[in-house]
Nanobody, 124 residues
């Protein structure tokens, strides 16, 4: 079992930056791919970004490419989502997830562990 806890969400103005963190505990020695997803009110959960164990495989949704960066610190069992140039459309609950995969994957059904989410609200 792996437990994931997100933090760093909050209220931001359009154009600002935020950094989300996801701390993993439990069976963290397994080489999980880590991903970020988000769910806006009234919408389905969608993929945002993913990174494999080594950091050599990355994936981003087109809507966040060039604005968001996913990084991980395996020594700290933590993955980060660095978000810049935030837009009101980025408003959502952001979830961290772990997948048994050697490469970054985008499909939600590949992820076996999920955090509880952290709210990000972007205002004009």
């Amino acid at each position: 079992q792996v437990q994931l806890v997100e933090s760093g969400g909050g209220l931001a103005q359009a154009g600002a930056s935020l950094r989300l963190s996801c701390a993993a505990s439990g069976r963290t020695q397994t080489t999980y791919t880590m991903g970020w997803f988000r769910q806006a009110p009234g919408k389905e959960r969608e993929f945002v970004a993913a990174i494999n164990w080594s950091g050599g495989s990355l994936a981003y949704a087109d809507s966040v490419k060039d604005r968001f960066t996913i990084v991980r610190d395996n020594a700290k069992n933590t993955v980060y989502l660095e978000m810049k140039s935030l837009k009101p459309d980025d408003t959502a609950v952001y979830y961290c997830a772990a997948a048994n995969s050697g490469v970054a994957v985008m499909k939600m059904n590949r992820y076996v562990y999920w955090g509880q989410g952290t709210q990000v609200t972007v205002s004009l």
